[in-house]
């Protein structure tokens, strides 16, 4: 493979003959196998500070109260420090692009310095806020756009009017990640309880569900990424691909899922059957052991590994709009070089040793 130095785009892929490697000059030998750099689909780097301060299994009510008070006691500087190391944690394990949640301007300056392209979702979110003015600031940054948070945080017009913008970037929203977001629009379960206590009000229950409250918001051309997906059953999934004709991508975060609720990826069979678009990511680092895509990947086991590849490389890269540069070593790509070793050969699966480099 040829790759011009300054541009980095792939220029040429050739085969070489074992003899004529012995005597070509210069060549490096890695055992593993070589993909693509990685692309993660949703995380929230501006978190990063609060690694390791939730503890795992606390619950998803509990994480996204802890996530509002432990973030306004941490400085400026500690943030932007952590989302540094964070950036560059996953630049080396061979991250190329990462759409990115954004709820302040904390994480711009190192994005701006960063290897790693970042789309940016900036995210309306709250129930007792009826503009979306705050977070339009953020879109002064590159590759900035609008998403709202769920389908459970955001009131109706607000909700309607961020989704229906004219814009050519996804949406992100996070996406019947507990069993209560499905629940609360039928007036029962843990979300439902929880705002009758501390007296929310949601003005948009009468879609009946997450998912036709989204068919009903999203206009069918917009492309769209639901985040997380813990408890779709094949009617949601019918419901949401019969209103689209935009790709809809369907992230799977299966560690954050495991870290905050204790629960496994079960609805990725549904989406394989369905021949939806899976794309991975890590989440917040306050929602994980590590931003790893590689240890994201190990959560599915007896899925071939190749398709676990097109899930983390140019599924993603197609979701965030980068599918022309990144996501597959190709002549005319700009996409990073990954190896990742302790793969079983044999069965063409990853082991648990198994670890992922970056090489370019
Ligand atoms: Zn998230």
């Not at 040829?2 to 210069?26: F, K, W």
């Not at 597959?328 to 063409?348: P, W, Y």
Request: glycine fraction near 8%.
């Amino acid at each position: 493979m040829s790759v011009d130095a300054q541009t980095r785009e792939i220029v040429a892929i050739d085969r070489y003959e074992q003899q004529q490697l012995d005597s070509m000059a210069g060549v490096e030998f890695y055992a593993g196998i070589l993909t693509a750099g990685f692309i993660n689909a949703h995380c929230h780097t501006e978190l990063a500070a609060l690694h390791g301060a939730i503890p795992a299994g606390c619950g998803f009510a509990a994480f996204g109260g802890a996530v509002g008070r432990l973030r306004a006691a941490l400085s400026e500087q500690e943030r932007v420090r952590a989302i540094r190391e964070a950036d560059k944690t996953m630049y080396d394990e061979g991250v190329d692009a990462v759409g990115d949640i954004v709820n302040d301007d904390s994480s711009f300056a190192v994005k701006r310095e960063s290897p790693i392209r970042y789309r940016s979702f900036a995210e309306v979110f709250g129930l007792r806020t009826d503009n979306e003015e705050q977070c339009r600031a953020l879109l002064a940054h590159p590759e900035t756009s609008l998403t709202p948070h769920s389908t459970y945080s955001v009131q109706d017009a607000l909700f309607g009017r961020v989704c229906a913008e004219l814009c050519t970037a996804p949406l992100s929203i996070h996406f019947m990640e507990s069993e209560g977001e499905g629940q609360l629009f039928r007036g029962e379960g843990a979300m439902h309880k929880w705002y009758e206590e501390v007296g929310f009000s949601c003005d948009f229950l009468h879609y009946g569900s997450p998912a036709r409250r989204i068919v009903a918001s999203v206009p069918s051309e917009r492309s769209v990424m639901l985040v997380h997906n813990c408890h779709i059953t094949q009617q949601v999934i019918d419901t949401i691909l019969g209103h689209f004709t935009a790709p809809v991508y369907w992230v799977l975060c299966p560690r954050s899922n495991r870290y905050i609720s204790g629960i496994a990826p079960q609805s990725v069979e549904l989406l394989r059957r369905n021949g939806c678009n899976i794309c991975i990511g890590t989440d917040s680092p306050a929602s994980n052991y590590s931003l790893s895509m590689l240890e994201e990947l190990k959560c599915f086991q007896g899925v071939p590994l190749e398709e676990l590849l097109r899930w983390a490389t140019c599924n993603g890269a197609d979701a965030l709009g980068y599918g022309d540069t990144l996501g597959e070593i190709a002549v005319g790509r700009k996409c990073g070089l990954v190896v990742i070793s302790g793969v079983d050969i044999d069965s063409m699966s990853l082991t648990d040793r198994a670890t992922a480099r970056r090489i370019l």
